[in-house]
């Protein structure tokens, strides 16, 4: 099952208007769609890869993010939108594509939370998983004057 589903867009665009986007001479809606949610899960896990964000993608309904989903439907609605002449795009469409990459890129750089799990690794090789962070622990020897 996949992350997004079309039903997901009622609160950003309308039925039909998603399904002209979705529209295509040689490819179903559902695999136009399919290949937009494909596009934006890559992106934005490669925005969150200090995250379970594998976890995350299997979820279904109620049990998503809420603003990993919000991210998600802004980034894959302006990835649809593509489809069509540049004119033709919302203003709107446009700002959340570029509010959702921004809000992406500093949770990135950690200047940002989002409620996710870290991903667990295994850094030092003793078998014992830790919260994988950008952060190191230690640092020099106190001083002794």
Do not use: W
């Not at 039909?16 to 896990?45: H, I, K, Q, Y």
């Not at 976890?55 to 593509?82: H, M, P, Q, T, V």
């Amino acid at each position: 099952m996949s992350y997004l589903l079309q039903s997901d867009f009622k609160s950003l665009i309308k039925q039909n208007r998603l399904a002209d986007l979705l529209d295509d001479e040689v490819d179903t809606p559902e695999e136009v769609f399919s290949e937009a949610v494909e596009d934006t899960t890559g992106l934005v896990a490669d925005h969150l890869d200090r995250y379970d964000i594998a976890a995350e993608f299997e979820k279904e309904g109620d049990e998503r993010n809420k603003s990993c989903l919000y991210y998600c439907k802004s980034l894959c609605l302006y990835i649809l939108y593509n489809r069509i002449p540049d004119d033709e795009v919302p203003e709107r469409v446009i700002k959340n594509y570029n509010d959702a990459f921004d809000s992406l890129e500093k949770i990135a750089a950690g200047k940002k939370n989002i409620t996710l799990p870290l991903k667990m690794d295994d850094s030092n090789g003793d078998g014992i998983e830790t919260k994988k962070t950008k952060f190191r622990y230690g640092g020099s020897k106190p001083r002794k004057y």
